[in-house]
């Protein structure tokens, strides 16, 4: 069911915390851009996936996010994106949750290192 729904393009697929991790080690994300809890960036981009440090990464059809303190966070992020601010707003109001940090996207010119 995972690997059917990662092939629709109608489907948005969302996880967070370890579930990045089972969908890599699945063979669901090689080549993809995802996150998980920071313990186990290593082990999602052994699997050839693009390991991201952020809170929430925003990959087109698959949104994942970090710790499993940020699934409120990609939560409010979906709705935010499939129905608008307004809406994500009163929901986050709802919940007494400010979201934190930015969504990482693949876009934009590439910070130099430091």
């Not at 960036?41 to 952020?54: K, W, Y």
Request: net charge negative; hydrophobic share 45%; glycine share 14%.
């Amino acid at each position: 069911m995972l690997k059917a729904a990662m092939e629709n393009p109608e489907v948005t697929v969302g996880a967070v915390c370890g579930g990045s991790l089972v969908l890599a080690m699945a063979g669901l994300l090689e080549g993809r851009h995802a996150t998980t809890h920071h313990v186990g960036l290593d082990m999602l981009d052994a699997t050839g996936v693009h390991a991201v440090n952020a809170r929430v990464v925003d990959d087109g059809d698959l949104v994942t996010g970090a710790g499993v303190t940020s699934g409120l966070d990609l939560g409010l992020y979906l709705l935010e994106r499939e129905v608008g601010p307004r809406i994500a707003h009163a929901v986050e109001g709802l919940f007494a949750h400010e979201r934190r940090g930015t969504v990482w996207r693949n876009r934009g010119p590439v910070p130099a290192r430091l």
